[in-house]
């Protein structure tokens, strides 16, 4: 892969400044896009598509940032995604009182202050060789204690999480506005990503994928299964919105705020990544991606920018997790699925131009207006086609063409990430980089 991606960089070539023809064609096409859409299928819903495709949009620059920028593989976008969503319920779902006007928000913090405690303790434990104590007894010691200490923890949580359950059902939200769990979402997701990258990032890529791709079922199995946390299954609902919702301004002026919010969000990022890329540091990074050793050579600290884009990456996704979560009105940890928040995101950057943050946006809005219109399209088709054979040949219409034609949706999105990679294998908007005499 490293050799692929080496090779596809020499194959760059730094041309002078030129007229963006290809850019004003490909946004130009798209604008025609979603004009027909709206004229189709109503404002309402169009605008809908877009502040969804708003939301994809800042997890695609998270993922182009490590992947284009570093060529750091992450497999589990989902999970940072969840993340996002898990925080923008938690500070915007109102107050339960059935559960903060009693005593189990004490009996709940003692537990997780008996937990931290304990952590602190088997940190403590491994550093026992410092002061004589043999590395294979420290080892058995701090294994047995982390076993001990680990069954004791969770005894006490289920035994305060069961009566949180029972008598309020789950612990609720802090009542504050969405955004603050935006915040709070990214600095999370950024946290989870600290810990993955600096484990996994001094590794070969591949176990980073590995990596990613394990926590981010883990995240997704935490949230499912803790009722008291999260609801599980029965998932949280409505979730407040940043701006004035449907309620107050009807659908689509509601909307039409929430995507101004959403685009406001995306120039700031893309300003801010702009000038990062062009940067001392961005230099740095590609350079890092290109050539490690030379990098290396040069007195660079290869972990500590590694680590540095990884984060980023995981802010960005946790930020936009949060938003969609919001826009959605609705957190269902069973909704987060790999094909729709890590593969799609991932289709989004090939076809936008991995390190090339314009062609990422692009990608993102073309990719999900194709994901989410190739399934009325496919049954328009098949209704067509069912009609034909009933009039012409006598067929019987199968009775299940709704689900058919959602599944039309994978066929479509495989078909078009081959076709890129035979065609465009650097995306529509490939990374244009400058070489300096």
Known sequence: MNAQRTERREDIVAAPSRFPLREIVLFGALLAVILTIYMMMGTAYSTRMLVEASCYAILALGLTIQWGYAGQFNAGVMGFVALGGFSAMLFSVPVNDAFWGTELP?????VLLYGMAAAMLVYGATKLDRIGVPKKLRTVIVVVLAVTLYLVIISMLRGVTGEIQSRAGFIGGFGLPAWTGWIVGG????????FIGHICL???????????LGIAEIIKAFLKNSDWLTRGTATVSPLPWPTPGPSELGFTLARALYLSVTAAMIAVIFFLLHRAYHAPWGRM???????EISASAMGKDINRRRLEIFVLGCILMGVGGGALASFNSLF????????????LVLVMVILGGPGNNLGTIFGAVAVYIIWLMSEPLALFLMQG???????????QAPGNLDSRALQARVFVI????????????????????????
């Open 106 to 110: 004490g009996e709940l913090g003692r």
């Open 187 to 194: 600095a999370l997701a950024g946290g989870i990503g600290y």
């Open 202 to 212: 001094g590794l070969r890529s591949d176990y980073l994928a590995i990596a990613t």
């Open 285 to 291: 990074i590609r350079a890092i991606r290109d050539n």
């Open 332 to 343: 269902d940890p069973n909704g987060y699925l790999p094909l729709n928040h890590t593969f």
């Open 385 to 395: 086609a069912v009609s034909i054979g009933e009039g012409w040949f006598g067929w």
């Open 414 to 437: 495989g078909l078009l990430i081959t076709l890129v990679l035979r065609f465009a294998p650097n995306g529509l908007l490939p990374e244009k980089v400058k070489h300096h005499d």
